[in-house]
């Protein structure tokens, strides 16, 4: 019998600001594969491999994909070729986009634990040429492209054994995202349905859709969850419901809504990078343009307004001690937080009182290093003080209102059903 091999491959910066997306791309590419190739088996479902949220030479929200195919040994060649052709065709050609295309030929469904670890720099560095040239060398990797290459190693390498998420990416016209008109109430009701097993498609806040991305993009709807039976019926529903004429879909596993960025984030700012620290608010002003800005030793920590209420509850940690995580940059010299979520570990700053005399009532005053004293009626008792948090606020835990979440933040919406998607992975009409 003919040795059976997996073929990883992974594509990157396929789109630009023009349009297009590496999404798309690789749904194309998988459905000429299905047709060209019956003999292939496709190993897993394609991950969607969002990567470091900062780095600036993204398009809009960091994603690479990823595949693993399953064929006989002397097939490869073939289907590699296949795969370069297919890419080139249907690549973006506008714009910034620079695609980058990885292989890698193993005898497992497992990469190696280099090219693990090449991911998780990916998610919360920035990674170089050099760095990936050396990956490649060591495991035998084979790239083809410009810029894209970066992130399709750094995919090919991706880990969501702890945590991951699903989106069903539904595809069609841009054009048909102009006109069309999806109810607020139907999508609520959808998620209400399904709910906890998909998550960020409605903004209660703002009474707002979040499924639609906007953008000159082919995406038209993007229905995320923890569960491919809940997403596929959402899907099902909603495309009857408004009548409407797609091109397919295809159901992607993704690390969306994991925080892997910020579990792996470093303590020490650098630009570019995600950065979680322990921080004692020590100043805060409104700007201007009603952002908040804070100070903290020789850091600043920015929050932007539409946030939503995240800007109220920083102006109201003065002195206290938070946990806050986001992007940093350096800018003139000192480097910026621009924040993503905090959490108030304590309340430091703290007015102290004498407390009133129990006989008379009038305040007492100190007299000696361990007694009180009340000059009206005289009487003495140990010294004991009234302690007041200067800032009395009840939140313990903030992140953006969710339709300012981005990609790998962790909607409220998830807490508790972490990595429920890795054991409810099974799936029927994955690509139509
Ligand atoms: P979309 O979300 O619409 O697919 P995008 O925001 O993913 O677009 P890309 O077109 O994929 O943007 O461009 C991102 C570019 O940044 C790619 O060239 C990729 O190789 C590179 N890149 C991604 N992560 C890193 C990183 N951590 N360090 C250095 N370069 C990176």
New binding site residues.
Partial sequence: MLKQVYLHVAI?????HMGG???YVTYRLLKDIIREFSEIEIADLPLLVR??PY?P????????TKLILRTCENAVDKLREFIISKVEQYAERRG???P?IAFLISNSLQVPDGLRRLYY???T????FDIVKKICDRYNIETIG???????V?ALGADFSNDSTYELLIYGDPQIKKSLEVNYELVKLLHELSRPFTFLDVDPEDCTVLLMPAGP?PVIFGIRGESPLHILTFASVLLTALGLDVEGWLLYRTNQGTEIHVEHAAWRPRTYRPVRKIVHIEHCYRTEERHVETTCGDLNLWCYRHLGTMCTEIERDLGAVLDVWGGAKLQDGKYYIYIEGIRKVADRQVRLENPRCPRCGRRLVSSGRDLMKCEKCGLVLPKEKIVHPIVESEHTFSIPKFSEHRHLMKSFERVGVEGLANVLNISVLWIV
């Fill in positions: 990157d910066d396929a789109d630009s997306c590496t999404t990567l470091n780095v030479f993204k398009t809009r929200g960091n994603a690479a910034k986009a620079s980058g720099k990916a998610v560095d920035v990674v170089t410009g810029r894209g290459i970066i992130g399709a750094a993009d």
